[in-house]
Protein backbone atom coordinates (compact mmCIF):
# COMPACT_ATOMS: atom_id res chain seq x y z
CA UNK A 1 0.00 0.00 0.00
CA UNK A 2 1.18 3.82 -0.26
CA UNK A 3 1.44 6.38 2.02
CA UNK A 4 0.80 9.60 2.27
CA UNK A 5 2.09 12.51 3.97
CA UNK A 6 0.14 15.82 3.32
CA UNK A 7 1.98 18.96 4.48
CA UNK A 8 1.55 23.01 4.00
CA UNK A 9 -2.11 24.06 5.89
CA UNK A 10 -2.18 27.14 7.73
CA UNK A 11 -4.61 29.83 8.61
CA UNK A 12 -4.93 32.97 5.83
CA UNK A 13 -7.13 34.91 5.03
CA UNK A 14 -9.98 35.65 2.30
CA UNK A 15 -7.69 36.09 -0.93
CA UNK A 16 -5.21 34.82 0.11
CA UNK A 17 -3.07 31.68 -1.18
CA UNK A 18 -1.15 28.32 0.19
CA UNK A 19 0.75 25.54 -1.21
CA UNK A 20 0.06 21.94 0.15
CA UNK A 21 2.73 19.13 -0.20
CA UNK A 22 1.76 15.14 -0.48
CA UNK A 23 4.77 13.19 -0.37
CA UNK A 24 3.65 9.47 -1.37
CA UNK A 25 5.66 6.09 -0.57
CA UNK A 26 6.66 3.41 -3.52
CA UNK A 27 7.54 4.67 -6.93
CA UNK A 28 5.55 7.22 -9.10
CA UNK A 29 4.13 4.50 -11.34
CA UNK A 30 2.19 3.15 -8.07
CA UNK A 31 0.50 6.09 -8.13
CA UNK A 32 -0.95 7.06 -11.98
CA UNK A 33 -3.67 9.58 -10.99
CA UNK A 34 -3.31 11.54 -7.47
CA UNK A 35 -5.84 13.36 -6.34
CA UNK A 36 -6.46 16.32 -3.65
CA UNK A 37 -9.42 15.84 -1.81
CA UNK A 38 -11.20 18.22 0.91
CA UNK A 39 -13.48 17.65 3.55
CA UNK A 40 -15.19 20.66 5.28
CA UNK A 41 -16.81 20.11 8.77
CA UNK A 42 -20.10 18.15 8.55
CA UNK A 43 -19.58 17.40 5.11
CA UNK A 44 -18.24 14.23 2.76
CA UNK A 45 -14.75 14.33 1.52
CA UNK A 46 -14.75 15.62 -1.84
CA UNK A 47 -12.28 15.66 -4.82
CA UNK A 48 -11.32 18.61 -5.67
CA UNK A 49 -8.11 18.34 -8.23
CA UNK A 50 -6.16 15.17 -9.68
CA UNK A 51 -3.32 14.93 -11.86
CA UNK A 52 -2.16 11.62 -13.66
CA UNK A 53 1.21 10.44 -14.07
CA UNK A 54 1.85 12.24 -17.24
CA UNK A 55 0.40 15.78 -16.24
CA UNK A 56 -3.40 15.51 -17.14
CA UNK A 57 -5.54 17.27 -14.95
CA UNK A 58 -8.92 18.01 -13.66
CA UNK A 59 -10.39 20.68 -11.44
CA UNK A 60 -13.82 20.56 -9.58
CA UNK A 61 -15.82 23.22 -10.91
CA UNK A 62 -15.54 25.26 -7.31
CA UNK A 63 -11.66 24.98 -7.29
CA UNK A 64 -11.43 25.91 -11.67
CA UNK A 65 -9.40 28.88 -12.12
CA UNK A 66 -8.21 29.09 -8.61
CA UNK A 67 -6.16 26.08 -7.63
CA UNK A 68 -3.46 24.58 -9.47
CA UNK A 69 -2.42 20.70 -8.96
CA UNK A 70 1.39 19.67 -9.78
CA UNK A 71 3.71 16.71 -9.17
CA UNK A 72 6.99 15.82 -9.28
CA UNK A 73 7.16 12.30 -10.51
CA UNK A 74 11.80 12.31 -9.15
CA UNK A 75 10.14 13.34 -5.80
CA UNK A 76 7.52 11.59 -5.46
CA UNK A 77 5.51 14.42 -4.65
CA UNK A 78 2.30 16.42 -5.68
CA UNK A 79 0.95 20.05 -5.02
CA UNK A 80 -2.01 22.10 -4.35
CA UNK A 81 -1.34 25.72 -5.28
CA UNK A 82 -4.46 27.47 -3.84
CA UNK A 83 -4.81 30.61 -4.68
CA UNK A 84 -7.84 33.55 -4.33
CA UNK A 85 -8.94 31.41 -1.39
CA UNK A 86 -12.46 31.61 0.26
CA UNK A 87 -13.89 30.13 3.36
CA UNK A 88 -15.45 27.70 2.29
CA UNK A 89 -12.51 26.44 0.70
CA UNK A 90 -12.14 25.92 4.57
CA UNK A 91 -11.53 21.68 5.45
CA UNK A 92 -8.82 19.54 6.04
CA UNK A 93 -6.95 18.59 2.70
CA UNK A 94 -5.93 14.75 1.36
CA UNK A 95 -3.90 12.96 -1.29
CA UNK A 96 -4.65 9.97 -2.13
CA UNK A 97 -4.68 7.74 -5.08
CA UNK A 98 -7.77 8.22 -8.35
CA UNK A 99 -9.75 5.99 -7.89
CA UNK A 100 -9.39 5.16 -4.87
CA UNK A 101 -7.85 1.55 -3.75
CA UNK A 102 -7.58 1.08 -0.53
CA UNK A 103 -4.79 3.08 0.56
CA UNK A 104 -4.50 4.33 4.26
CA UNK A 105 -5.35 8.04 4.24
CA UNK A 106 -2.61 10.26 5.63
CA UNK A 107 -3.62 13.20 8.43
CA UNK A 108 -4.52 15.43 5.99
CA UNK A 109 -3.14 19.37 6.15
CA UNK A 110 -5.65 21.43 7.71
CA UNK A 111 -6.60 25.00 5.53
CA UNK A 112 -8.45 27.45 7.78
CA UNK A 113 -9.84 30.39 5.60
CA UNK A 114 -11.06 33.45 7.69
CA UNK A 115 -10.86 37.01 8.53
Known amino acids: QVQFVESGGGSVQPGGSLTLSCTFSGSAFSVSRMGWYRQAPGKQRELVADITRTGNKNFADSVKGRFTISRDNTKNTAYLQMNDLKPEDTAVYYC?????????WGNGALVTVSS
Open 96 to 104: NKVPLSGDY
